[in-house]
């Protein structure tokens, strides 16, 4: 299993353009979430999903979309970026939302000029 | 009023020392917790759930207290492979909230 992936790795926008972070797992789990991490601040919740078809909002969704349209995949979508967004994005996903474990993707490092 | 909040530290330990990190949790309705560590610019990894009656995987002592609303990791013996951030996890419904990370270096 290759487990969580994230593409890219790296990436560099000017202010207003829109780009898709990429995330896939392969361990068939329901529940599958956004987090950026910002110095001093912690891993913040952006977006999450308890199933395909199924997407809520976490503690900081703005200027954020995701979708959930397979099991496997959860793209997080920026509308028009902001230097406020420069940050490092991680994708999470566990079995379910209830009393398990979360497994992380490697991250995106993002800088928004 | 943050949800989750930790001592930033850094906690700077020689090898062999015993430290304990501590988190306070908010929500009384959080139903379960964990600590996991992150390494510089990586992941981070489940170190270990946490359950009311306190649990131990070697080295490696987590505790949960939920009339004070407290959760507690305790590591004994330190190495230098120790060294890493710490972070303080609450589940509370459907989200996961995270604490800003104890930072942790041992020393030689």
């Known amino acids: 299993n290759a487990g969580v992936t994230q593409t890219p790795k790296f990436q560099v926008l000017k202010t207003g353009q829109s780009m898709t972070l990429q995330c896939a797992q392969d361990?068939?789990?329901?529940?599958m979430s956004w987090y950026r991490q910002d110095p001093g601040m912690g891993l913040r919740l952006i977006h999450y999903?308890?199933?395909?078809?199924?997407?809520d909002q976490g503690e900081v969704p703005n200027g954020y979309n995701v979708s959930r349209s397979t099991t496997e995949d959860f793209p997080l979508r920026l509308l028009s970026a902001a230097p406020s967004q420069t940050s490092v994005y991680f994708c999470?996903?566990?079995?379910?939302?209830?009393?398990?474990?979360?497994?992380f993707g490697p991250g995106t490092r993002l800088t928004v000029l | 009023r943050k949800e989750v909040e930790q001592d930033p530290g850094p906690f700077n330990v020689p090898e062999g020392a015993t430290v304990a990190f501590n988190c306070t949790y908010s929500?009384?309705?959080?139903?379960?917790f964990f600590w996991y560590r992150q390494d510089c610019r990586k992941e981070p990894k489940l170190l270990m759930s946490?359950?009311?009656s306190g649990n131990e995987d070697g080295r490696f002592t987590a505790q949960l207290n939920r009339a004070s609303q407290y959760i507690s990791l305790l590591i004994r013996d330190s190495k230098l492979s120790d060294s890493a951030t710490y972070l303080c996890?609450?589940?509370?419904?459907?989200?996961?909230?995270f604490g800003t990370g104890t930072s942790l270096t041992v020393i030689p």
């Open positions: 999903s308890v199933g395909a078809g199924i997407t």
């Open positions: 946490v359950y009311s």
């Open positions: 999470a996903s566990s079995y379910s939302s209830r009393y398990n474990e979360q497994f």
């Open positions: 361990m068939n789990h329901e529940y």
């Open positions: 996890v609450a589940h509370t419904g459907n989200q996961f909230y």
């Open positions: 929500n009384s309705a959080s139903q379960s």
